[in-house]
């Protein structure tokens, strides 16, 4: 397996076996991660975070696992002080980021971002999510979370909730776990529902993914509850946002139903579909899967830049 100086675009770049190596090098982080050692072997290496869209975890994340793995970051957390606000093309930003570091992360709000940018830089490209497309390392992190919480995947009840339309982390992750063969709910209102095309992709894939409107009816049957903010700066007009926000909001009283080992997820941030009185309850897992991205970023970070890293000599 061989991930020195891969783009990571989409999850599909993966097979099963790939995801797996990460999950299992990930795991091999927690010492590093927790800060009780402190690792060395991306010294001299550099990371570009090149952040157009507003973020606190993946970028935070990724600068931790490189810092933690001895390496060091330049970049930035909005566009406004770049020469983007002069004019500049992503294309030749990513030119010049690629001459100062040795991998770039990149969030951006438009579809297919990190692809082109992945064309015009000869160091790996990771993509920190592309406007409603994709962000793969959040998948990781999911994955990862959901293994070390369920310690399976397969024919697990997983259902999804809220932004099943413009939410990238619902994109990627049912691709995901579709290859691994969960069984998948998508509970959203029409307007937000999972687009067609995706469904029609899982199908080819051989999942049969369920669409519902309502978890108070379904909730007694999820493993995993994995729920979602409304993206509203995706909406293309305020009107329409509004006949869908607050529309869900879990809380104690509707988990009553729920398996005693239900565990809720988030990628957060969360806005207000989780009550705060969830967070006491040994379902919510959200901050630990936080936590998780460090894990996991460090050992992505590791493949891509040195030569067969199999996560020993920390
Ligand atoms: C998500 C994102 O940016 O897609 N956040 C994250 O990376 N953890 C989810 C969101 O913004 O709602």
Known sequence: MDFMGRDVVSIKDFSVEEIEHILNIAKKMAPLA????????????????????????TRLSFESAMLRLGGSTIGFAEPGGTSFVKGETIADTIRMAESYADVIVLRHPNEGAAKLASQFSSKPVINAGDGAGQHPTQTLL?????????????????????????GRTVHSLSYALAIFGANLTFIAPSLIQMPQEIINNLKAMGNEPQLSTSLSENIQDADVLYVTRIQKERFPDEEEYLKVAG???????LLRNAKKDLIIMHPLPRVDEIDPEVDDTPHAIYFKQAFNGVLIRMALLGLLLIKDFDGGGI
């Open 142 to 166: 999911d994955l990862y979370t959901i293994k070390s919480e369920k310690k399976k995947i397969e024919n697990l009840n997983i259902m999804m909730i809220g932004d099943m339309k413009y």
């Open 34 to 57: 927790g800060g009780k050692k402190k690792g060395n072997i991306l010294e001299g290496k550099v990371l570009a975070s090149l952040f157009y869209e507003p973020s606190t975890r």
């Open 247 to 253: 529309l869900y909001r879990i809380n104690n009283a």
